[in-house]
Each structure stands twice: as C-alpha cells, then as structure tokens.
C-alpha cells in the first residue's frame, strides 16, 4: 500500500462526513485518536457540519483527546464550524474550562469572532455567565495587550526600562 493510499484510507469520510478521527474524538476514545494522528491522520477535516476533531473535542470536553490533537503541529485551531464557531467559541459556550484552556495554551485566537453574532470568546464567557473563564479570557487579551505596546516578550517576561 502507498502512503497515498494509507493516507487515503485513515482520512476516508463515511456519509456523514466523518473521519476515522471525527469519530474517535465524538466517542472520547483517545487511544484511538492517538494512533490515528500517529498514522498521519489530517486533524483539520470537517464533517458534514463543519466540525473538525478540534471542534468536537472542545464541545464534549474530551480533554485526553484534545491534548493528543494539540501536538499535532499542522492544525487549524481558529477554522470555524459552517455555524461560524472555532473551537474556542465551542469549549466557551459548553464551559469547558480545561478545553478552552488548553486551546488559548495552544495559541487559539482568544480575539476571534464567530459568524452569527459577532461574538468573541469573552462575550460567550459573560453570556453564559462563567468567571472562571472570564478571568482566564481577560488575562490572555491583557497579555496581548502589553505585548503589543512592547511591554513583554513572547514568554511572558516583563521588559524593563534602563
């Protein structure tokens, strides 16, 4: 078999539009979703819905498997869902705490807008009324902040005036 053809098959859809991974990430079988991504499977396709493995894993909380797809380095973490959600949006509006972290942990835009109200991830945040996430939320865009006014550096140090 060629590694066109394997590629083939671990990336095949059913009539759903699913993937192997799509499924392995929606039945929380991380064992799977491990092998999968190790066998080259694509971590960006969508379903029929627009849902990639990134955006079913945030939605359930499936944090085992959403920590295995973070590694994968070619990965689309800000792609939205037809509906106009990225997987942050998802883990926000489920309240999914640790997904959501691990997803701005991972370099997910914490200032994305989703396409059905204009919404970022705080705006979620405070809609459905989570501090925790609140908090986390406002860290990460004060962080950018500073950063972009030159205040930090990329690893979070506090530049300082001689």
Known sequence: MTE??????????NEQGQTPLNI???RNNFQCVKLLCSAGANVNLADKEGNTPYHI??????TDCLETLLKVEDRELDKKSFEGDAALHLAVRCNSVESAEMLIRAGANVNKKNDTAGSTPLHLAVLFDNRQLVNHLLIQVRFIVLYLRGQYT???QQLTCD
């Open 4 to 13: 066109t053809e394997k590629l083939k098959l671990i990336n095949g859809r």
């Open 24 to 26: 392995a990430v929606r």
């Open 57 to 62: 894993a945030a939605k359930r909380d499936h």
């Open 154 to 156: 990329e690893n979070g």
